[in-house]
């Protein structure tokens, strides 16, 4: 019996230098369809992009230079395949519904869904917006929050979320991290306003604890340049920058702290909470989409409030090593049952 053929429409995809949190996930999902049916990813060609054309994985990913809609959609077209999954990483819902309904009309596939895999930056979509979702046969939302927005417009969903392999997440763990202090705290992500590793810092030294050091994992951003001039004075304080593999650093970690100010631009999930959950790594975070259905108060990890309830979190997690392991072993059953990539596959072959 012949496989069927799935295209993958991504705007960013491997090779990449700096993978993205949609990057990453649609990686793992890619390399367990293929598996199962002729697949091939269509992405933006970039400048470090050697060929236009690679075979990866036992799927092929063909890069396109200019005018992604209108390009991507002709190369599918040719490709006549039988379904089409489309991920956006555009998080404004306007720009959305131009660059994504324009692929749409020029998709030819009947088969064709929409998944919107970071959050949007309002509360509320627009009604218009409702036209284009219409537009696809099935539209995927990525978080509980992001589905009450789409029925919200009077618009059916299905939710999956973003996951992660636990098996690739455990051999990337090679190498050891030195590790001075009897807890490590982490961050992990670009050093903007948006993710919070500025109020982070702060709840560290006013905490000031002697037994303690945290890293900082991520690319640019302006709060950085804070965060390197207490490093040089402190070296309780590291920024470690970007890694290609950034896992066993993340393994040396007790907790993972995600102070977001808000989700959007955010994967539906986070990706560094996801992984540092599926590495019994108990993960702070603050009450947003990408955390608050993930991270469950008290079981895995803890949702805070303010920045008082941050520091006190942190406190008494340095102080409780038990208490950091119980919820390190929920933080990775939480993953096994419900943000593993093998299932989360299954769920898209079966609505495709």
């Known amino acids: 019996m012949d496989r069927k053929k799935v295209v993958i429409i991504v705007k960013y995809f491997y090779p990449i230098k700096r993978p993205s949190g949609i990057s990453s996930f649609v990686y793992e ?3 367990k369809m293929a598996k199962e049916v002729d697949l091939t990813v269509v992405s933006y060609k970039k400048e470090e992009d050697n060929e236009s054309k690679y075979s990866h ?14 390009q991507s959609s002709r190369v599918v077209n040719k490709i006549n395949p039988d379904s089409v999954i489309v991920f956006s990483g555009i998080y404004q819902p306007y720009k959305t519904m131009l660059y994504f309904g324009l692929i749409s009309i020029l998709l030819k596939s009947k088969n064709k869904y929409f998944c919107q895999a970071t959050n949007y930056n309002i509360e509320k979509l627009p009604n218009i917006f409702k036209l284009f979702l219409k537009t696809y046969k099935s539209i995927i939302a990525t978080n509980d929050h992001m589905s009450k927005q789409y029925k919200q417009i009077g618009v059916d969903n299905i939710i999956i979320p ?16 030195d590790k001075p202090k009897d807890a490590r705290i982490g961050f992990v992500g670009h050093f903007y306003n948006i993710k919070g590793p500025d109020r982070l810092l702060e709840a560290f030294l006013k905490i000031n604890p002697e037994n303690a050091d945290i890293i900082f994992s991520g690319g640019d951003g302006p709060v950085k340049s804070r965060i390197e001039q207490i490093a040089k004075n ?5 920024i470690i920058g ?5 896992m066993p650093y ?5 907790i993972l702290v995600l102070p977001y100010r808000s989700s959007h631009s955010v994967l539906g999930t986070s990706q560094a909470a996801l992984e540092a959950m599926a590495l019994s790594i108990p993960v702070i975070g603050t009450k947003t989409p990408s955390l608050e259905f ?16 941050l ?22 059953k939480t993953i096994e049952e419900h943000f593993e990539i093998n299932k989360i596959t299954k769920t898209y072959l079966n609505i495709i």
Do not use: H, Q
């Open 242 to 246: 970007w890694k290609e593999n950034i």
């Open 57 to 70: 994985d036992g799927y092929e990913i063909i890069k396109i230079k200019k005018s992604f809609p209108i």
């Open 234 to 238: 402190d070296e309780r304080v590291s």
């Open 250 to 254: 993340i393994a040396s970690c007790d």
């Open 29 to 31: 999902l890619a390399r």
């Open 311 to 332: 520091e006190d979190k942190i406190k008494y997690l340095i102080n409780n090593p038990e208490k950091i392991k119980e919820l390190g072993r929920n933080a990775r």
């Open 162 to 177: 973003p996951a992660v392999s636990i098996s690739d997440i455990e051999s990337r763990m090679r190498g050891e991290v």
């Open 294 to 309: 993930l991270v469950r108060d008290g079981y895995n990890g803890y949702i805070i409030d303010d920045d008082a309830e």
